[in-house]
T-cell receptor, first 115, second 116 residues
Framework: AQKVTQAQTEISVVEKEDVTLDCVYETRDTTYYLFWYKQPPSGELVFLIRRNSFDEQNEISGRYSWNFQKSTSSFNFTITASQVVDSAVYFCALSEVTGANNLFFGTGTRLTVIP | EAGVAQSPRYKIIEKRQSVAFWCNPISGHATLYWYQQILGQGPKLLIQFQNNGVVDDSQLPKDRFSAERLKGVDSTLKIQPAKLEDSAVYLC??????????????FGPGTRLLVL
């Protein structure tokens, strides 16, 4: 069975600090996709990144970076030099090739960036 | 490109009443999803359509929830009768093709339902 764990319920950082959001997943599939979504107070889920199970290359996009390690079943997300606009709930999600593209979400991490 | 549209944004009803939510996906997206997000939790899939056919409705409480996507474009999710535990945000998402797990889902702003 699939499972996504985001152990950090809430994190607070001071502006310009770096912060890492953890995501650990479980799946029996060898082919799967991992996602990060951002949910600001407005409620809409904003897509940030998708990574397939065969691509362990880390990715950097501006202040965002992602570290995918199959050996530890983790897909962690780091924000460098955090800003107040980064305050949101961040969700990690898993999609399995046998699962009809259904997304299984973690419980989310609420990030608060203090000015 | 316009995103996923949903209406209404907020709805307050009393238990045992009925309610309907509407979703219009991104133009050209074949697959449409409805998720339920209870406060403090991640979204949970209720139903997935590919064009106007149901792919997965295993998590839909069919005794009270129904959904349709008659012309393969917009969709309606209905709850009848509503229960207190249905209070949640109902999110609609769409993805481009029908190729299973290769697709990224794009979400609408959601409808926040409060059942009193």
């Amino acid at each position: 069975a699939q499972k996504v764990t985001q152990a950090q319920t809430e994190i607070s950082v001071v502006e310009k600090e770096d912060v890492t959001l953890d995501c650990v997943y479980e799946t029996r599939d060898t082919t799967y996709y991992l996602f990060w979504y951002k949910q600001p107070p407005s409620g809409e889920l904003v897509f940030l990144i998708r990574r397939n199970s065969f691509d362990e290359q880390n990715e950097i996009s501006g202040r965002y970076s992602w570290n995918f390690q199959k050996s530890t079943s983790s897909f962690n997300f780091t924000i460098t030099a955090s800003q107040v606009v980064d305050s949101a709930v961040y969700f990690c999600a898993l999609s399995e090739v046998t699962g009809a593209n259904n997304l299984f979400f973690g419980t989310g991490t609420r990030l608060t960036v203090i000015p | 490109e316009a995103g996923v549209a949903q209406s209404p944004r907020y709805k307050i009803i009393e238990k045992r009443q009925s309610v309907a939510f509407w979703c219009n996906p991104i133009s050209g997206h074949a697959t449409l999803y409805w998720y339920q997000q209870i406060l403090g939790q991640g979204p949970k899939l209720l139903i997935q359509f590919q064009n106007n056919g149901v792919v997965d409705d295993s998590q839909l409480p069919k005794d009270r929830f129904s959904a349709e996507r008659l012309k393969g474009v917009d969709s309606t999710l209905k709850i009848q009768p509503a229960k207190l535990e249905d209070s949640a945000v109902y999110l609609c998402a769409s993805s481009l093709g029908t190729s299973g797990s290769l697709e990224t889902q794009y979400f609408g702003p959601g409808t926040r339902l409060l059942v009193l």
